[in-house]
């Protein structure tokens, strides 16, 4: 294995750059490298251009050498020749590294671009230096679900996905049904079904079922399953009636709800608890139904959570924590649900539950339009956060990746499950496929790659052999 380090990075200066829109070199600040620092990210179209010299193809870590203007969490965009990469961030008032792994790039020159995401940084340098090697043992998962109990079904279902894990990716998409627009427009174009079909448990949130909601996706996902599809499960949690305080159907996020998931937890609100779980109760009702049916579920609920647009994650890391292996015991103790497996997709180290509550790491990822890169960087931070080699998967994307793209760079996810609407489909209504996000041609390359599972691809999964 290489061992790089940063003393031998070779460093460009932000401000010998070049700069757009309101980006200007100033040097007030104090602890930067060279003559300055770059800062004035306050518009959309704020950016600096650095060129980099690259005298052998292969892999690289970009270091962001910047600090936040008032300490404040910032993300910003990073382009290579006009391709997303992904973000810089940055929390520290002082100059600080920001690094992105595993860039790769050919022998020559590269424009670096700094844009203005969230803005308000000051920029001081960029360090370039070869990637150290993917330690190989990351593909190397634990292949026992943390459940002791869990059913036949889901350990089969599993044991396929590590047998796949590395080598092969297991596609998917959110769809409102087996027949949903967005799977038919896949088909018609592709002649293929995605493998697995994501779904959301959010009709069945009393809430909304108070304001005649009728949920029917456990219907789609037996019917998948009996198809021989995978299905994957979120749940968009509408809040209690009591905490709605904007429309009712946006009852999920954080600006529409006035719930305190920390009082509620600690103590200082017992209605509040008797109807988080009255709505657990309501969920892990279907879930039985699906158990009962002998389907297995890729689980992922409270997802998101880090980002704080939802209501389960703004209370902090602790309250979502709790609220977590809650929710894990419930279902898992008191209702005896053994069919899931439990997808974490919390976005953040410090949000993690801990090893004995999660099967798979997942993270949601929607880089722009027809961004085809493999989010490397993003698919090695969430390798880095389980001792346990937790498989890694794209649990939520807007664009798809190109598969070449992701086994060049070593970040084969277990499986991707591209999001509904216009990511797929023309908004007019019908099952017109839309290219907004992913052209035709790079969902045909996707969808025909022999290493992207497609629904027809898939074994029998009732009979996969168990594998520990
Ligand atoms: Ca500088």
């Known amino acids: 294995m290489n061992t790089y380090n940063w003393e031998e990075a070779d460093v460009y200066e932000a401000e010998d750059g070049v700069l757009f829109g309101n980006c200007k070199v100033a040097n007030t600040a104090s602890g930067f490298g060279g003559t300055g620092y770059v800062e004035g990210f306050t518009d959309d179209g704020d950016s600096v251009t650095v060129t980099i010299e690259i005298s052998e193809d292969g892999f690289y870590d970009l270091d962001f050498v910047s600090a936040s203007s008032g300490g404040d969490y910032k993300e910003n965009n990073v382009t290579v020749d006009g391709e997303s990469v992904g973000v810089t961030s940055v929390q520290s008032s002082t100059f600080t590294d920001s690094i992105l792994e595993r860039i790769y790039l050919t022998a020559g020159t590269h424009e670096i671009n700094i844009s203005k995401y ?3 940084i000051m920029l001081d340098e960029i360090k370039v ?10 593909y190397e998962v634990n292949r026992t679900l943390c459940n002791p109990n869990a059913t036949e079904e889901a350990q089969r279902l599993y044991s396929y996905m590590c047998d796949m894990y590395g080598n092969h990716i297991i596609s998917g998409q959110v769809s409102d049904g087996m027949y949903g627009l967005e799977n038919t427009s896949i088909y018609n174009e592709t002649g293929e079904y995605p493998a697995i079909l994501g779904l959301d448990m959010m009709e069945y949130s009393p809430s909304r079922v108070a304001h005649g909601s009728v ?3 456990v219907e789609s996902a037996i019917g998948y399953w009996n198809q021989g599809g995978i299905v994957a499960y979120c749940w968009h949690w509408n809040a209690p009636e009591k905490y709605l305080s904007g429309v009712w159907y946006s009852g999920f996020y954080t600006e529409h709800t006035n719930i305190d998931l920390a009082k509620i937890l600690n103590g200082q609100d017992d209605e509040g608890y008797e109807l988080l779980m009255q709505d657990i109760d309501a969920i892990a009702t279907q879930l039985k139904i699906l158990q009962d049916a002998g389907v297995p579920i890729l689980w992922r609920p409270l997802h998101e959570a880090s980002g704080g647009w939802f209501w389960w994650g703004a209370s902090g890391p602790d309250a979502y924590k709790q609220l977590y292996i809650l929710l894990y015991d419930k279902l898992t103790n008191e209702y005896g649900l053994n069919n899931l497996i439990w997808v974490w997709n919390g976005q953040s180290a410090d949000w993690y539950p801990g090893d004995e509550y999660v099967d798979i790491i997942g993270w949601d990822i929607y880089p722009g ?19 346990d080699h937790k498989m890694i998967v794209l649990s939520e994307n807007g664009c798809l990746f190109d598969p070449d793209l992701a086994f060049r760079d070593g970040a084969t996810w277990g499986y991707f499950c591209t999001w509904c ?4 489909l023309k908004s007019d209504g019908f099952n017109t496929y839309g290219e907004k996000y992913t052209e035709k041609d790079m969902l045909m390359k996707v969808y025909r790659d022999e290493r992207v599972i497609t629904r027809d691809d898939l074994p029998d999964l009732t009979t996969y052999p168990i594998n520990k």
């Open 118 to 120: 969230w803005g308000w």
């Open 129 to 138: 230096k070869h990637s150290d090697d993917i330690d190989p043992s990351i």
């Open 215 to 217: 949920g029917n996706s």
């Open 369 to 387: 339009e027809h961004v085809y890169t493999a989010q490397t960087n993003t698919f090695l931070e969430a390798a880095s956060i389980s001792e």
């Open 421 to 424: 609407g216009e990511f797929v």
